[in-house]
């Protein structure tokens, strides 16, 4: 039987002068090599299953450097994307460009973009304490809905470009991957690409639908992405520098 990732281990900290970091390890399968992501708040470990606890801990010590350069960078743009109450008068970005929150007092809840705004509806008589709960909800059901829109147009677009299309187009979320090309050719994005500028989300979708061709990342692979999108490097980029802060608050 194969091995499955095991559960997140207690959480440790790691002290500094400017912060202390929380971090848990997560020993995995599919790992083959010690690697480490900065999460929202945590540092996940991620290590291939029998690896001793005196190599983890040299591998955390050594890379003290960039953990904290990581950490500090991240509490400092945690709210680069994202409001942070979800409280009127605060900004959330949708491809991109940022758009002020706007509450409105309705029998219904829904969300709209009115220009620069995205007016939120809320039931009139919800409790005050379960305001900002209800703004989040509905922000993030609008962005959702945004994302499976929008992916599914440039599925199609690009689809036709290719002349092959996936058999499916699906938003998730999760915290390892932008996007993914199941084996039944089924797509799969992250739906919190939404926030990032356009052509870094349209950029995921020329990926995978890449993928429909060649499942590894070879040179016939990112040729076929260039032959798509030429400028895809700057979109790679983009993710590398602020991929980390798309992440929704919890």
């Not at 743009?77 to 942070?84: A, D, Q």
């Not at 690009?158 to 979320?173: D, F, H, Y």
């Not at 870094?200 to 040179?219: A, D, K, N, P, T």
Request: hydrophobic share 40%.
């Amino acid at each position: 039987m194969a091995k499955v990732d095991s559960p997140i281990e207690n959480i440790e900290y790691l002290p500094f002068k400017e912060c202390t970091v929380p971090y848990y390890i997560r020993f995995s399968a599919r790992a083959r090599r010690l690697q480490m992501r900065m999460k929202e708040k945590k540092l996940e470990v991620v290590v291939p299953h029998g690896t001793g606890s005196s190599i983890i801990r040299a591998f955390v010590d050594k890379s003290r450097s960039w953990i904290k350069k990581q950490y500090l960078a991240q509490q400092q743009n945690k709210y680069l994307f994202w409001p942070e109450n979800f409280a009127p008068g605060e900004t959330v970005s949708i491809l991109g460009e940022k758009k002020i929150l706007d509450l409105k007092l309705f029998d219904s809840c829904s969300a709209n973009i009115c220009g620069q705004r995205l007016v939120v509806s809320v039931n009139g008589n919800i409790a005050i304490n379960m305001l900002n709960a209800s703004i989040r909800a509905e922000v993030i059901a609008h962005l959702k809905k945004m994302a499976q829109f929008y992916v599914e147009d440039y599925a199609q677009k690009i689809g036709r470009q290719l002349n092959r299309w996936p058999k499916s187009v699906r938003i998730r979320e999760t915290h390892s991957r932008w996007g993914s090309c199941g084996i039944h050719q089924d797509i799969y994005i992250n739906w919190v690409l939404i926030l990032a500028p356009e052509q870094v989300l349209r950029y995921v979708v020329v990926h995978e639908c890449c993928h429909l061709f060649y499942r590894s990342h070879g040179v016939r692979f990112w040729q076929k992405v260039e032959s798509i999108m030429p400028e895809y490097k700057k979109a790679e980029s983009w993710l590398r520098r602020y991929g980390a802060y798309l992440m929704a608050p919890n």
